[in-house]
C-alpha cells in the first residue's frame, strides 16, 4: 500500500512569507500527527489531527497550524516566517492514537528560511 | 511533562560488534515505549514497540529492546550489527491518557557501524 506522501519535499521561503506543507496519509488512517525535526531541539511534536479536530497541540507559537479534511489529508501552515523555523517538517499517520499502533512517517518536508 | 533521554548522541562500532543504546523517560504512569529507526536518506520506520506483557520485546532485523519499569527504561540491543545498521536510531514514549496522542522523542543516536 501505498506510503504517507508529503509534498513539497524542499522549500526555500523568505523570512516574512508563509508556507503551507502537505500531507496524505495512508488510505483508512484518519489520524494525523505533524513534527518538527532540527539538529539542535531533536523531533519536536507540532499538533495532531483525527478526523478533521485538532486533539493535541505541541508548544509552539501560533504562526504554527494546521488542518485535516474530510478525506485525512492534513495541511500544516506557518506564517510569519522566521529563520529558526528552517528544519525538516514530517508527517506521521496511524489508525487511530499514536499511543497505541504504530506510526507512519512520511519522507517530510525540508523548509529553508533565508 | 514527559520527557526521553538517550544517553549515546553518536556510536561508532566494527561490524560483528554488539549494540545496546540506552533510553530513559520520566512519567510515573502507564506509557507505551517505541523504537524508530531513520536510515540515510529515509523516513521514520518502526523497529519495535512495547505496550505490554514480556518485557523483552524483538523487533525487525535482529533487534530487541528491554523494557525496565523500575528503572524507566527502554534499551535497545543488537547483538551483531553490520554496516547497514548505520542509521538514527529514536526511543519515543507515549503517555498513555495523559499529555495527550502524542510521541515524545528522546534526541537521538547516530550509529555508525565500519566495515
Redesign the interface.
Known sequence: KA??TQTPRYLIKTRGQQVTLSCSPISGHR?V?W?QQTPGQ????LF?Y?SETQ????NFPGRFSGRQFSNSRSEMNVSTLELGDSALY?C?SSLD????T???????TRLTVV | AQSVSQHNHHVILSEAASLELGCNYSYGGTV?LFW?VQYPG?????LL?Y?SGDPLVKGIKGFEAEFIKSKFSFNLRKPSVQWSDTAEY?CAV????A??????????TRVLVKP
Not at chain 1, 97 to 100: A, K
Not at chain 2, 42 to 46: A, D, K, S
Open positions: 506510503g504517507v489520524s500527527s513534527y531533536g523531533l519536536q511534536f495532531e483525527f486533539r493535541n497541540k505541541g514530517l506521521a492514537s499514536v499511543i497505541n504504530e506510526a507512519f512517517f512520511g519522507q517530510g | 507505551n524508530y529515509q523516513h521514520l520506520q518502526l514497540k505496550f529514536f507515549a503517555a498513555y491518557k499529555a495527550g496522542n502524542k510521541l515524545t522523542f528522546g534526541g537521538g
